[in-house]
């Protein structure tokens, strides 16, 4: 067997470098929009959300179609948003939760 050598004192040592992992960018998740009622339409959730100050600088956005709603361009500004649905604009996401809708029964 060999004898293994440790280097003189002053020389430099080569070590192997060990590779980081690569950051993974992972889409943020949607900001919440919490409602009380049954819908919200685009124009008031939009507002609601701070992305426009003023219902008129939310109909400019629709219209321009920088807005989508479940991942399409939606050109109207009075869609009703559920509970579950998305929406994005200004570079957010925002997803809407609100009261969930229960069938009704009818008792005879």
Known sequence: MKA???PPRGSAVIRKSVKKPEKVNRPAAPEVLEINTEYIKLESALKFAGVCMTGGEA????AAGKVEVNGEVCLA???KL???DVFSAGGKKYAVS???QEPETRQE
């Open 4 to 6: 293994r050598t440790q």
């Open 59 to 62: 109909k400019e956005l629709v």
């Open 77 to 79: 500004r009075g869609k």
């Open 82 to 84: 559920r509970d579950g």
């Open 98 to 100: 609100g009261p969930t």
